[in-house]
């Protein structure tokens, strides 16, 4: 008996049998048998060995059968149902708020031929909803069924893109949640950061777990972060275990950094994998990033040695500030402007050249009208007499 995995709203999977041997093939819509209905999904697998998915208490005899392929009016009913599906998450939220539960509403299924009704929500606790199911059947006139679901499979109904640009893995291909510590993501030398190790459901991100146990078998390789070292450089620390490359990161009291392979451990120093207990020192006996000259000195075969001072050429002028020649005064001869003196204030100058004379008392001078001419004054008299 072949064995078909069938796909409906909300990523909801199960595995059907076909007795009647259809001739489906992935994406064909089809009408199989429910919890007292029917109900309808399309075909997302199809699997010869698909037995060893099912549970060990579940004989394929138990497996509840596929009935028909959906035909054009199947197809408009269903349609329907997802019409009557959004009028009633509003009704429902209106129920939800009538009788004062902390409820948030996931999503709303509708079976094929109406006879159950499916509301899945999230809280934070347990919720005593008897009281709401009255209210719900008597509403609905059908069976109506509450499930209280977690954030990962609010998350995976609803659907979305990861971080990395793709599908969520779990509306992609997860099959069943795994638990996920913070200790994978201390294994893999990652920061513990939550905007980048959670997801959109607020957990941490399922990839955390793909390539922990690679990251496993490396770190067992080599000594622990933070682990003491002594060698021809003197003394350092085990700072990074990168498992790309496989290889062990040592810092070094000078600054300088090398990295050694499982093999180079075990040649140039004294590390033991099979020891039970972590060792405290670890001691090299050669550095292979040094190199021994002839007079016994140990210079870094990384670095070039270090030449003889050499004084700078110098650049011509081409206008821009940053290629300018700095001028040393000492060495060279120019022209001196000549210093300015800031200006001063006008009122200053002139309270500097302004004498001030002596006040003397002097008889007040006649004034010289415009028309008398020198040497010739009226008198009043004669001002206002007529000319004879």
Known sequence: MSLVEIEFKGRRKGIYSNPQEFPLSIGDIVIVAADRGEDMGH????ESDMENWLEEDQPQEEIEPILRRANKDDILKQKDNRRLEKESRHIFREFVQKNELEMKLANSEYQFDNK?????????????FRELVKDLAQHFRTRIDLRQIGSRDESKRLGGIGICGLELCCCAWIREFQPITTNMVKEQHLLLNPQKNTGLCG???CCLRYEVEQYRDVNNLFPKLETKVKGPRGDGIV?????????CG??????????FSIDQMKTFSDWDLE?????????FKKDPSLQEEVTGNLVASAEPEKSAKKHPKTKRYS???????????KNTKTAKRPVTKPKQKQTSKLIEMVEIAPITKESPKKHKSAYSKPGKHRSSKNRHSPKK
Do not use: H
């Not at 159950?116 to 005593?128: C, E, I, P, Q, S």
């Not at 700072?239 to 290889?247: F, T, V, W």
């Not at 206008?319 to 005064?329: H, M, R």
């Open 43 to 46: 075909v997302s697998l199809i």
């Open 275 to 283: 020891s039970t207990e972590p060792p405290s020192l670890i001691t």
């Open 239 to 247: 700072e990074k275990i990168d498992m790309c490359s496989q290889s």
């Open 319 to 329: 206008g821009s500030k940053k290629s300018k020649p700095k001028v040393n005064a």
């Open 203 to 205: 957990r941490l991100r």
């Open 116 to 128: 159950k009704l499916t509301f899945y929500f999230t809280a934070d606790g347990r919720v005593d």
């Open 250 to 259: 040592i810092c070094w009291r000078d600054g300088n950094r090398s990295s």
